[in-house]
């Protein structure tokens, strides 16, 4: 099998470029720009492309060459960039999506999945909000309030009617809120989660003022990966479009301190009660019921303590 990734230099890319590769699928990953920061030992040692996703005809070309089976469509602007610069937001997580589909269909690629997010759900009201945190599904009603919201329920719509109008498959994964190794450096105030531990483990203080009580579903970065990994690789057409992709619990943030401080006894840190600890405004935080997920492709996301547990691991052997 051949899969060609978008964004794979980025966060979540590098991880499921590895997990392509011990998968033993052929792999070319492409990426706006040539950084390595995130994964030295690909440098010269994979199979790499420069190739936006705004740019169509240098897509076309690109992906023509390699005659992909698979699309994985990470490539996007974060949340803060696009609410910054909304046509950008517009341009890179819409028109992007759009010329990958269009590129899939014109070189007959089997299937493209796309990554989406829990933002597609948009504002997060009643039942599914705090205190109760009843797990959204994929059925219930999408409020989208941001660009980044609005760009990933596009997407999704527009992936989906090229399934239905010849293809190719698509497939739309929403995760929940993802922490782990390379957040911090790249995805700044998106970050704070991962900070918490990078900070701990480098024994930095961590102090948060509000939010202890705040409830989200909390995602490891190589279990995203994996995810997306077996989606792509699944060998029967999936049997949806839309898939959720978390633990289905909201673990308070005082929470997720509490484990990270038996990981790491030596932390210092200090988080004061209430909600919303990224000033969002907006209520985004939930849990996100998997159970689709893991009947049509095989995903169970492990316990946030061992998932942690990895992620301290892996920051003590870079150190």
Do not use: C
């Amino acid at each position: 099998m051949r899969v060609a990734v978008t964004g794979a230099l980025g966060v979540n890319g590098v991880f499921v470029v590895r997990g392509l590769l011990q998968a033993g699928v052929e792999v070319l990953a492409t990426n706006w720009v040539e950084d390595y920061s995130l994964a030295p030992d690909f440098e010269g040692e994979i199979d790499f492309r420069l190739a936006d996703v705004t740019d169509r005809e240098r897509l076309h070309t690109t992906l023509r060459g390699f005659r992909p089976d698979v699309v994985i469509h990470l490539a996007a602007i974060l949340p803060v960039e696009a609410q910054a610069d909304p046509y950008r937001g517009y341009t890179v997580n819409i028109m992007g999506t759009a010329n990958v589909l269009a590129v899939a269909r014109d070189i007959d690629v089997n299937r493209v999945v796309f990554t989406s997010s829990k933002a597609a759900y948009g504002e997060v009201t009643g039942i599914h909000a705090h205190p109760r945190y009843q797990a959204l599904t994929e059925d219930d009603a999408v409020y989208p309030k941001n660009i980044y919201d609005h760009a990933k329920v596009a997407s999704e719509g527009l992936g989906m009617n090229y399934q239905r109008t010849g293809g190719p498959e698509f497939a739309a994964l929403r995760f929940a809120t993802i922490f782990g190794p390379g957040k911090v450096g790249k995805h700044g105030p998106m970050s704070q989660i991962s900070g918490i531990v990078e900070d701990a483990v480098a024994g930095r203080p961590v102090r948060i003022e509000q939010g202890g009580d705040q409830g989200d579903d909390y995602l490891y970065v190589r279990d995203a990966a994996a995810a997306i990994v077996a989606a792509a690789l699944h060998e029967k057409p999936l049997p949806h479009s839309i898939y959720n992709i978390g633990s289905g619990i909201a673990r308070t943030l005082f929470h997720y301190a509490d484990i990270v401080r038996t990981l790491v006894p030596t932390a210092d840190i200090k988080i004061g009660p209430g909600l919303d600890p990224m000033g969002f405004g907006v209520s985004y935080y939930s849990a996100l019921n998997s159970n689709r997920a893991k009947e049509d492709f095989g995903f169970e996301a492990p316990e946030l303590a061992s998932a942690l547990h990895d992620y301290v691991e892996t920051l003590k052997e870079r150190t």
